[in-house]
């Protein structure tokens, strides 16, 4: 994969006397998700860029699947990471904010292989993230509790069809409920305490439906309090992950035609699309505090691992 070149400005002031590699006020708590079974990311913990980054958080929690490779978690512990349990990618994901605690700024959950590919690539951009974050509720504006972590087009792009088309009906659903262009697909959202307090109050969707379901759950609570960033390092990580299948297939345009052009993977797309709507749907017209009022059902409607394909 060709990657451009960083654009995005330094805004280490923001981040700590010391710039990346230190913890700052503004520094979130990482809650990540991993499905690793083969141990392929083992090549890429011990690379600078991504000690150097793993060290910016006061906390780091990564939910594992079962089947994840046990040396990528033992890698993982002696990083100082915390490895908790997972299991599908929304279960993984509550497990991550759960042991995280209460106590934290922030937080910044992300599926850890995307994380992996922003910092090794992108790196000046997630060191600017807090202070971009922070610069949402500058001012006289309401600060956001809950930030959708997007794709530039240019990002978007970088993805084979089977992802970008049913994403794109995903995200114009949500931006549809909330009235504003949003990009809640890309498995990276940053929170705060009363997001994460809603969150782990109210979701119970066991996959990536979930990113329909907590942006939902914002808008429900309180609309002015969901956002969007459009980020560069978002693009498409897989690739990072399969270098030697790559090769031999004969390079990733036909890798990708072979793996993310066939039936069986745009029907669990689609099934994903399906399933995060029917998400978003629920999340919205659910009865309980908070609930807003007016928003239509559909027709008919009353208002990680085996969970979700490859990125």
Same mark, same amino acid.
């Given at each position: 994969?060709?990657?451009?070149?960083?654009?995005?400005?330094?805004?280490?002031?923001?981040?700590?006397? &010391?710039?990346?590699?230190?913890?700052?006020?503004?520094?979130?708590? $990482?809650?990540?998700?991993?499905?690793?079974?083969?141990?392929?990311?083992?090549?890429?913990?011990?690379?600078?860029?991504?000690?150097?980054?793993?060290?910016?958080?006061?906390?780091?929690?990564?939910?594992?699947? /079962?089947?994840?490779? %046990?040396?990528?978690?033992?890698?993982?512990?002696?990083?100082?990471?915390?490895?908790?349990?997972?299991?599908?990618? @929304?279960?993984?994901?509550?497990?991550?904010?759960?042991? /995280?605690?209460?106590?934290?700024?922030?937080?910044?959950? *992300?599926?850890?292989?995307?994380?992996?590919?922003?910092?090794?690539?992108?790196?000046?951009?997630?060191?600017? $993230?807090?202070?971009?974050?922070?610069?949402?509720?500058?001012?006289?504006?309401?600060? #956001?509790?809950?930030? *959708?972590?997007?794709?530039?087009?240019?990002?978007?792009?970088?993805?084979?069809?089977?992802?970008?088309?049913?994403?794109?009906?995903?995200?114009?659903?949500?931006?549809?409920?909330? @009235?504003?262009?949003?990009?809640?697909?890309?498995?990276?959202?940053?929170?705060? #305490?009363?997001?994460?307090?809603?969150?782990?109050?109210?979701?119970?969707?066991?996959?990536?439906?979930?990113?329909?379901?907590?942006?939902?759950?914002?808008?429900?609570?309180?609309?002015?309090?969901?956002?969007?960033?459009?980020?560069?390092?978002?693009?498409?990580?897989?690739?990072?992950?399969?270098?030697?299948?790559?090769?031999?297939?004969? &390079?990733? /345009?036909?890798?990708?035609?072979?793996?993310?052009?066939?039936?069986?993977?745009? %029907?669990?797309? $689609?099934?994903?699309?399906?399933?995060?709507?029917? /998400?978003?749907?629920?999340?919205?017209?659910?009865?309980?505090?908070?609930?807003?009022?007016?928003?239509?059902?559909? #027709?008919?409607?009353?208002?990680?691992?085996?969970?979700?394909?490859?990125?």
């Amino acid at each position: 994969m060709i990657h451009l070149p960083r654009r995005v400005p330094l805004l280490l002031s923001a981040l700590g006397e &010391g710039g990346r590699g230190r913890v700052s006020s503004l520094a979130p708590a $990482l809650v990540a998700t991993l499905h690793d079974p083969l141990g392929i990311a083992l090549t890429l913990l011990d690379l600078e860029p991504v000690v150097t980054a793993l060290g910016t958080y006061p906390r780091v929690i990564v939910a594992t699947t /079962a089947t994840t490779d %046990a040396r990528v978690t033992t890698k993982l512990e002696q990083l100082g990471v915390q490895v908790v349990p997972g299991g599908q990618a @929304g279960e993984g994901r509550r497990a991550a904010l759960t042991a /995280a605690g209460a106590d934290q700024p922030a937080y910044f959950s *992300c599926d850890f292989d995307r994380w992996l590919h922003w910092a090794r690539f992108w790196p000046d951009e997630l060191a600017a $993230l807090p202070a971009r974050v922070a610069q949402l509720g500058s001012g006289r504006r309401i600060s #956001p509790w809950y930030v *959708c972590l997007g794709r530039t087009a240019r990002a978007f792009a970088t993805h084979p069809a089977a992802q970008r088309l049913p994403e794109t009906a995903t995200n114009r659903a949500l931006s549809a409920a909330a @009235g504003s262009a949003l990009d809640a697909a890309a498995g990276a959202a940053w929170l705060t #305490p009363q997001a994460v307090e809603i969150i782990l109050a109210s979701s119970r969707e066991p996959t990536a439906a979930t990113d329909l379901e907590w942006p939902a759950l914002m808008l429900r609570h309180d609309p002015s309090r969901l956002r969007g960033l459009r980020c560069e390092g978002l693009e498409w990580e897989t690739p990072d992950f399969h270098a030697e299948e790559i090769a031999a297939a004969g &390079g990733l /345009a036909a890798w990708t035609r072979a793996i993310y052009d066939t039936p069986a993977m745009w %029907a669990a797309r $689609l099934q994903l699309a399906a399933a995060s709507g029917a /998400a978003l749907e629920r999340a919205l017209v659910s009865n309980g505090p908070g609930t807003r009022t007016g928003v239509p059902s559909g #027709p008919g409607g009353s208002g990680s691992e085996g969970s979700r394909p490859h990125r």
